[in-house]
C-alpha cells in the first residue's frame, strides 16, 4: 500500500504552466500504475493522465494531449503532471492516484491523495 501526497497547485493565467507532484510513501511505488485525475465542482471525476509501471508507457485525455506530461521517478518515489499553455476549462481539483491495473478509469484506483487546486484564470 502505498501513502500519496500532491503539492504545486495554484492560480495561473491562461497560457501559463504548472508542475503537479505526488510524493508516495511505500517501498512498492515502482510497482503501481500511477494517474492523475481531475474533478470541477459539480461534475464528474475525470481521467488525465497515466503511466505504467514497467517501462513508463503514457497516455492521455483527448484534452490535455499535446499540453500536459505525465512522468515518474521511481527513484524519488514521485510522479509529476507538467501542465503548459493552461486554459480556464482546466480547473479542478487535481488528484494522483495509484493502481495495480492498467486503466483510465478511477473506479480501478484503490489510493487517493488528498487533492491539489488548480485554478486558471482568463
Known amino acids: 500500500q502505498v501513502h500519496l501526497v500532491e503539492s504545486g497547485g495554484g492560480l495561473v493565467q491562461a497560457g501559463g504552466s504548472l508542475r503537479l507532484s505526488c510524493a508516495a510513501s511505500?517501498?512498492?511505488?515502482?510497482?503501481?500504475?500511477m494517474g492523475w485525475f481531475r474533478q470541477a465542482p459539480g461534475k464528474e471525476r475525470d481521467f488525465v493522465a497515466q503511466?505504467?509501471?514497467?517501462?513508463?508507457?503514457?497516455s492521455y485525455a483527448n484534452y490535455v494531449k499535446g499540453r500536459f506530461t505525465i512522468s515518474r521517478d521511481n527513484a524519488k518515489n514521485t510522479v509529476y503532471l507538467q501542465m503548459n499553455s493552461l486554459k480556464p476549462e482546466d480547473t479542478a481539483v487535481y488528484y494522483c492516484?495509484?493502481?495495480?491495473?492498467?486503466?483510465?478509469?478511477?473506479?480501478?484506483?484503490?489510493?487517493w491523495g488528498q487533492g491539489t487546486q488548480v485554478t486558471v484564470s482568463s
Open positions: 492516484a495509484a493502481s495495480q491495473q492498467d486503466s483510465s478509469t478511477w473506479r480501478e484506483y484503490d489510493t
Open positions: 503511466i505504467t509501471s514497467d517501462i513508463g508507457t503514457t
Open positions: 511505500g517501498r512498492t511505488f515502482s510497482s503501481y500504475y
